[in-house]
């Protein structure tokens, strides 16, 4: 790990070197990302658990329907202790009836308890959540998918970005942690060495504020019904707050996967298949009729990992 | 600039350095962006002239006012052939009546003739609008801002980012060219060889689309309302076109600031003050009372240029 870093590193990282194709000498490549992603094999998307969904029902809008929110919580080894919290919370239906109280243009949609900063009226909190600690944002490269790829990205943040089992990463070659990319759910928190509980989530609704790497908790992905939180009105009290609770979107529910009957399965590309790499290059070097001058680059964020309600 | 971009790029561009403090060695700097921008001096903002200010209404919407849409137009030398364009089509209340014809959650919003595709129904474009090559995508580094900085940032799809008169760009050494951030204002265009006129614009409303560097001009930045354009709903139609005329939302009227004497006066924070460099370096480095981990380095496109009406 430690060489190859090193290696990278000391080249500069003047260029993203990526194999021209990984779909075999022979094969024709699909000449966008999107059809990169149409023609990836069967065996190259990885099943969502069910445990692994979380979906967020809010009240209806206009249209007078539902507005569905799925979201994809992020696998082990990364921030575990907050995604058993939310686990725990949905089980027991305790987001239930709270609300959107925050939507920050080119930042964050925030949800929780509108009442959280008042003691006299907050929503208590069941027994039995999990406290983490700031050392629990990161966890060891060693092992990771990162430590072994050669499909690794400059970064304005860290030494390197890259995917480790599906989701965004980046490495200082020591410790790798998820990044805050458009989409992501992260665990909202006071001050440290408060870590928050999981009890009030956001999601990024703009450039990633990748400042909070580290500094928060990336507990997952919105993969379905993004734009009934990226649309929402702005908040007009200070950090897009909302200045009256009229304004605020009320929840419905949340629940994971294995407590709803009707849910689709839900699938990812993984980030480790040959697939994912063509499309990764493809997002780099667009090279499609459109494009006349490829970037030989591209941000980590940049690169949404592709998921889908599977066939079956 | 050539020894210096050399100087860079060998260094590996390992961390982002930046003096401590552009606030002097015994003054204290602000512990927030914000904080250190509500300090800046008058003499570090920039006015922001009449001619410069691209005005758009939009048809009112659930509250039953104008939602008022103001652009900054990019400075000289870059893309100045459209935004020439541009102003002319604005002169000649050309955009009057036409509309939002798509909205792409996490990519852009784009506004012009939505009978733009059929020859027979396009509205005319007037006589004596330039025409636009792909060599005026970019343009010499040479006597640029970022020619003579050492504010330069680590990029993921270019050498460098900086700034340059008010303005985010990246370089190669050789050329410089503005680049896609939330908020950024192009030109839509056909296939290459065709540049666009000016006639079809969008904004970015997601992750930077920096792929399109290079690729289409970038000509200016929305200032204030982008809330107006963020928060529409998503087109369910292909690439975020609206599927029914109904959806789209019109445009009342297009204006430069010059044709209008109830618009405020602009300013913008200029990329070359010291204040600038403390509030870039601030993004890089959080150290307020929420980060526990500053990132050491920050993208170009996550330090929005603060603009804002000026207090006269």
Chains 1, 2 share one sequence.
Not at 245 to 252: A, G, L, S, Y
Request: glycine residues 10%.
């Amino acid at each position: 790990m430690r060489h190859f870093m090193r290696k990278y590193l000391l080249a500069g990282l003047a260029a993203l070197v990526l194999p021209a194709s990984a779909f075999g000498q022979d094969a024709e490549v699909p000449a966008t990302p999107n059809g990169i992603v149409d023609a990836a094999p069967a065996a190259d998307w990885v099943p969502i658990e069910q445990r692994d969904l979380l979906v967020m029902d809010l009240a209806p809008g206009p249209s007078g329907k539902v507005r569905r929110v799925v979201i994809q919580l992020i696998d082990a080894p990364y921030v575990q202790g907050w995604v058993g919290n939310i686990r725990a919370l949905a089980a027991q239906h305790w987001y239930d009836g709270l609300a959107i109280v925050r939507t920050q243009d080119n930042y964050v949609v925030q949800w929780g308890d509108p009442d959280g900063e008042d003691p006299k009226k907050a929503k208590p909190l069941p027994e039995g959540l999990r406290i983490m600690t700031e050392d629990d944002y990161a966890v060891p490269a060693a092992g990771s998918e990162i430590d072994a790829s050669t499909r690794l990205l400059r970064d304005a943040y860290a030494s390197l970005a890259g995917f480790d089992h599906g989701w965004p990463v980046a490495t200082d070659g020591k410790s790798v942690w998820p990044v805050h990319c458009y989409g992501s759910v992260g665990v909202g928190r006071d001050l440290s060495p408060d870590t928050g509980t999981g009890g009030e989530l956001y999601a990024v609704i703009g450039q990633a504020p990748r400042q909070l790497d580290r500094n928060i908790a990336v507990v997952g992905r919105v993969i379905e019904g993004m734009e009934h939180l990226s649309a929402l009105p702005r908040g007009t009290g200070p950090i897009g707050f909302y200045a009256t609770p009229q304004e605020r979107t009320p929840i419905v529910s949340v629940r994971t996967g294995e407590a709803l009957t009707d849910l689709p399965r839900y699938e990812y590309l993984s980030t480790s298949s040959a697939s994912f790499a063509a499309y990764l290059d493809k997002r780099a070097n667009r090279s499609d009729a459109f494009y006349i001058h490829p970037a030989g680059g591209v941000d980590v964020c940049n690169v949404p990992v592709p998921a889908r309600r599977a066939a079956r």
